[in-house]
């Protein structure tokens, strides 16, 4: 019988911790190995990206999360907080929920930062969650080092692609033609991937034209017919058109006022400033007289 009564004890012992407990904890990582010293910041981003885990969270804080993230996987992660104040958050309030097994951390990621409309990029050695437009200029706008002597330009183009995380596709069409292959050479320092990529693709009569967040290598003629727009990199918080969803609010692209109770877009913004109409000047006019002197 007191052994009985000692088993209940237990038993109720252990609902009440329970009960107690929060009710998720973040998940015991799966040992993840260290990069080695010859594996670059986006090699091992890339490696951790595709490791499964488990993953389960409820209203927990996203800042907490990625650190818990950066510190179990051993990347560093930065939360793009000037992208995220402009949609009207603050990270600190920003909670999320997620449920899932055997998931890799790009699919568990990818469905964090989604609750909030941000996405991921690798740019400069980082794992960068921010906005879509933001994340593309941060990359092509990241300061890189280019030293190939007469190299073959899809050889030079992949390196630095894969260096730099900046995803990058040749037209099959100059594949075939070994356009290509021109061989390209080209030593430069702390300048923009854009930059590079630009020169590297002028030596070789090749133009790169951004669609989305590719980069594509092409002809002169079919880049200025496929590009996004004029210019290869995006303006990093271009404004939503008002004709967009979420109604007449000027918000972010990422960040769309309106959907799912609602991400807060920017205020409407001020009235143009229209300079004030000149006097109409007298051809003839009266001087006007000055009293100490009459």
Request: glycine content about 6%.
């Amino acid at each position: 019988m007191s052994c009985r009564a000692t088993l209940l004890s237990a038993a109720g012992l252990l609902a009440v911790a329970m009960a107690l407990s929060p009710l998720v904890a973040a998940p015991a990582p799966k040992p993840v190995d260290k990069p080695d010293a010859t594996t670059t910041a986006p090699d091992a981003i890339r490696k951790a990206l595709d490791t499964p885990n488990n993953f389960e969270f409820k209203e927990q804080n996203l800042t907490a999360i990625i650190n818990t993230i950066s510190e179990q996987y051993k990347i560093q992660i930065v939360l793009d907080r000037n992208a995220i104040q402009l949609m009207g958050f603050a990270p600190e309030e920003m909670n999320v929920d997620l449920n899932m097994r055997n998931a890799k951390l790009r699919t568990a990621l990818r469905a964090l930062v989604g609750q909030y409309n941000l996405t991921y990029v690798i740019a400069d050695g980082t794992l960068l969650i921010t906005t879509e437009e933001a994340g593309v200029y941060r990359q092509l706008k990241q300061r890189v080092e280019v030293n190939f002597d007469n190299v073959p330009l899809q050889t030079a183009v992949r390196e630095l692609s894969l260096r730099y995380g900046v995803s990058v596709v040749f037209d099959p069409k100059t594949v075939k033609n070994k356009t290509a292959l021109s061989p390209v050479t080209l030593q430069v320092e702390d300048v923009p991937f854009e930059a590079a990529m630009r020169l590297m693709c002028e030596m070789a009569e090749l133009k790169p034209a951004r669609m989305g967040n590719v980069i594509y290598v092409t002809t002169e003629a079919r880049a200025d017919k496929l590009k996004d727009s004029d210019s290869l990199v995006p303006a990093p918080h271009p404004m939503m058109h008002p004709n967009m969803p979420g109604g007449n609010n000027v918000g972010l692209i990422g960040g769309i006022a309106g959907f799912g109770g609602g991400l807060a877009g920017f205020p409407p913004p001020p009235p143009a400033l229209v300079p004030p109409k000149a006097d109409k000047v007298d051809p003839d006019p009266t001087p006007v007289k000055d009293p100490t002197k009459e």
